[in-house]
């Protein structure tokens, strides 16, 4: 399969879970579509690279492959979606992805401010996700190599909530998408023989 190919198969599967589900509401007062255009707006705004910008974009694409009957949405969606992402970009994306929940759990345990910013629904999800972390937790999770970058994450998702706020579209994010995509591909070996 080519890497033309290979990246217009993933993107035509984002397209197609947001086309899907995300006008969508999970309890934010914004669709999923909205919330995830607001939250890598945000990424771009203040910096955050091309993988992160994308990890911001697909935060919560796991709400989009396993909908829920709640109004709050799918509690264990940073799982979902760090494995369906880990299949298909590199760690920088799935990792702060996987990570987003926990960084929530994370900054309500160190922060006692934090918890007071969440939004009703992020309230809600915080408790069936198992409340503020333990000392022990916090501890472990200071020391994971991608904590920063699921906190940055965990703060653009936490304001990523505006009703009526115009962002960029789905589609202006196509060529991040592509590269992070491509540099996955191996690269054929001189002579088009298999690379070693």
């Given at each position: 399969?080519?890497?033309?190919?290979?990246?217009?198969?993933?993107?035509?599967?984002?397209?197609?879970?947001?086309?899907?589900?995300?006008?969508?509401?999970?309890?934010?007062?914004?669709?999923?579509?909205?919330?995830?255009?607001?939250?890598?707006?945000?990424?771009?705004?203040?910096?955050?690279?091309?993988?992160?910008?994308?990890a911001a974009l697909l935060h919560d694409i796991g709400h989009l492959?396993?909908?829920?009957?709640?109004?709050?949405?799918?509690?264990?969606?940073?799982?979902?979606?760090?494995?369906?992402?880990?299949?298909?970009?590199?760690?920088?994306?799935?990792?702060?992805?996987?990570?987003?929940?926990?960084?929530?759990?994370?900054?309500?345990?160190?922060?006692?401010d934090y918890f007071c910013t969440l939004s009703v629904a992020s309230?809600?999800?915080?408790?069936?996700?198992?409340?503020?972390?333990?000392?022990?937790?916090?501890?472990?999770?200071?020391?994971?190599?991608?904590?920063?970058?699921?906190?940055?994450?965990?703060?653009?998702?936490?304001?990523?909530?505006?009703?009526?706020?115009?962002?960029?579209?789905?589609?202006?994010?196509?060529?991040?998408?592509?590269?992070?995509?491509?540099?996955?591909?191996?690269?054929p070996a001189p002579g088009g023989g298999p690379s070693k």
């Amino acid at each position: 399969m080519t890497v033309t190919t290979r990246a217009q198969l993933v993107l035509d599967e984002i397209e197609a879970l947001f086309d899907g589900h995300g006008r969508e509401t999970y309890g934010e007062g914004v669709t999923m579509e909205a919330h995830s255009l607001q939250t890598a707006a945000l990424a771009c705004r203040e910096g955050g690279d091309d993988a992160l910008v994308v990890a911001a974009l697909l935060h919560d694409i796991g709400h989009l492959l396993e909908l829920s009957d709640d109004a709050f949405g799918y509690h264990k969606h940073d799982r979902s979606g760090g494995d369906w992402l880990a299949a298909r970009f590199p760690a920088a994306v799935s990792e702060p992805v996987r990570l987003h929940v926990a960084a929530k759990r994370y900054l309500c345990a160190i922060d006692a401010d934090y918890f007071c910013t969440l939004s009703v629904a992020s309230k809600h999800s915080l408790e069936k996700q198992g409340g503020p972390m333990t000392a022990a937790q916090v501890g472990e999770f200071a020391r994971h190599p991608q904590r920063e970058r699921a906190v940055r994450l965990r703060r653009w998702d936490d304001r990523g909530k505006v009703s009526g706020l115009e962002v960029w579209p789905l589609a202006r994010y196509r060529p991040k998408i592509s590269q992070l995509l491509q540099a996955l591909e191996p690269v054929p070996a001189p002579g088009g023989g298999p690379s070693k």
